[in-house]
């Protein structure tokens, strides 16, 4: 590979006895991984469901590596949501936050999804995940791969991080910053990412990283947790921003991460001014561990303060239309009407407990439940992959390698024993989609823009 000289010069003066490994490991195949969806399935039972030979990514319980030749994306069990393909090394940030049902998380930097997918399935559909990406486009991204997980209790967001300090502080649990970097852990991966780094670099990127933090942490409640993360193996941005933070806030202080085999401390030695706690953050780099590479901090602050009072959600005063109570008859459990919201078509879940955030970019506030049409009500794609299969009265379940299941992803109509009416159609017991069915005969209703290409 072609890498830029004075990276390399750098990594030769920090490496030292280690540099002639790290270079070779840029000669090396790097690693696919994915990462099991746990508020749909356990591990134990994908693996037996699944029927894939897959080893285990050390780091996490549900991520595992699998040959790259396979072809993941392309199997009903993706769409189902059952797992999410995930570069090993970024699993780590996730599965190093500590998230229980309950909490109220933020996910900062959060497009396309991988983490917080993750972030989401802990929460088990209690508490609250806001993600947010300050690129509107890349935020799309973000709410799909959030719906395709069936996580009911999200709001999607994309606001600058400094607009989301001024309206949440002392709010969140739990805050995760996987942060934009330089990149240098993705030049194997994404040799092209060489061009962006010699325009930019590492200062760059470290100014923007230092602002984003101390956002985060106004937003953060004493007692919470903060994981900083970045895919990049500078020094400035990684220790010396993490140093940054612990000399601006006396009341943020570094928690230890575990040590897995493979792993390195951080290295105070590398920043002027380094602390010695800078050793409990934790360094993937390639040629240790079966990844590209990743380094993580986790911080709490100290302290104690009251309950923030921030605003609560002022939902547009909307009651449920007869055509959705009359379809949610179907279904084993009913939406809340205190939390049912309408906007113009759209019929919404608000998360419990979400706070004020009207004059927000908001591409969702919860669960989407569905559209009113003229005296009808549709379900949506997201309700759907948010239900269980016996949720549904009328849900209808295909073996995977049955060719009915790639013909309905496909968005064609398809052949389907049930009763007439609105059917929930899934694969090995996992729901995909809606459709219609009268006479035998299932009319597709599966979102197209997911279909199966």
Not at 249 to 258: G, H, K, S, T, V
Not at 388 to 412: A, M, Q
Not at 420 to 441: E, H, T, Y
Request: proline residues 8%.
């Amino acid at each position: 590979m072609n890498l830029p000289q004075s990276f390399m010069d750098t990594m030769n003066e920090l490496l030292d006895r280690e540099f002639s490994a790290f270079q070779e490991s840029y000669g090396q195949k790097g690693y696919s991984g994915l990462r099991v969806n746990e508020w749909k399935i356990a591990p134990d039972n994908f693996l037996q469901l699944s029927g894939l030979s897959l080893s285990k990514v050390p780091w996490t319980e549900n991520g595992y590596y699998y040959e790259g030749g396979a072809s993941m994306a392309k199997h009903p069990y993706y769409y189902a949501g059952l797992y999410y393909l995930q570069e090993p090394s970024a699993m780590a940030p996730a599965a190093m936050l500590p998230v229980e049902p309950g909490d109220r998380v933020l996910d900062l930097c959060a497009a396309p999804g991988g983490k917080s997918t993750e972030l989401g399935a802990k929460l088990k559909g209690k508490g609250l995940l806001v993600s947010n990406d300050i690129s509107s486009s890349r935020a799309k991204a973000l709410l799909k791969n959030i719906e395709l997980f069936g996580i009911p209790n999200a709001v999607v967001l994309s606001e600058p991080p400094g607009t989301l300090a001024r309206r949440f502080p002392g709010f969140f649990d739990k805050i995760l910053i996987d942060a934009p970097c330089s990149g240098e852990g993705m030049f194997r991966k994404k040799p092209a990412g060489t061009a962006s780094w010699l325009a930019y670099g590492p200062e760059y990127y470290s100014r923007l990283q230092r602002e984003i933090l101390a956002d985060a942490v106004g937003m953060l409640r004493p007692g919470g947790l903060l994981l900083y993360s970045t895919c990049t193996f500078s020094p400035l941005e990684n220790e010396g921003s993490v140093n940054d933070v612990l000399d601006r806030f006396p009341d943020m202080e570094l928690c230890a991460l575990p040590m897995v085999e493979g792993f390195d401390t951080g290295h105070p030695e590398w920043v002027s001014g380094g602390r010695e706690e800078l050793k409990l953050c934790r360094r993937l780099w390639p040629h240790r561990v079966k990844g590209e590479g990743h380094f993580a901090a986790l911080f709490r602050k100290t302290g104690s303060a009251p309950e923030p009072a921030l605003p609560a959600y002022e939902k547009r005063a909307s009651a449920a239309p007869r055509e959705m109570e009359d379809f949610f008859e179907m279904v084993s459990w009913k939406p809340d009407p205190a939390r049912v919201e309408i906007v113009g078509d759209k019929v919404f879940l608000l998360p419990d407990g979400v706070p004020d955030i009207r004059g927000l970019h908001i591409l969702c506030s919860g669960l989407l439940l569905g559209f009113l049409k003229k005296n009808r009500f549709e379900p949506s794609q997201a309700l759907a992959m948010a239900m269980t299969g016996d949720s549904f009265s009328n849900f209808i379940s295909f073996p995977s390698e049955n060719p009915r299941v790639v013909k309905y992803l496909k968005c064609e109509t398809i052949p389907a024993e049930g009763k007439d009416g609105w059917a929930l159609l899934g694969v090995d017991g996992f729901p995909l989609g809606w459709g219609k069915i009268s006479g035998g005969m299932c009319k597709n209703k599966y979102y197209p823009g997911w279909r199966w290409l």
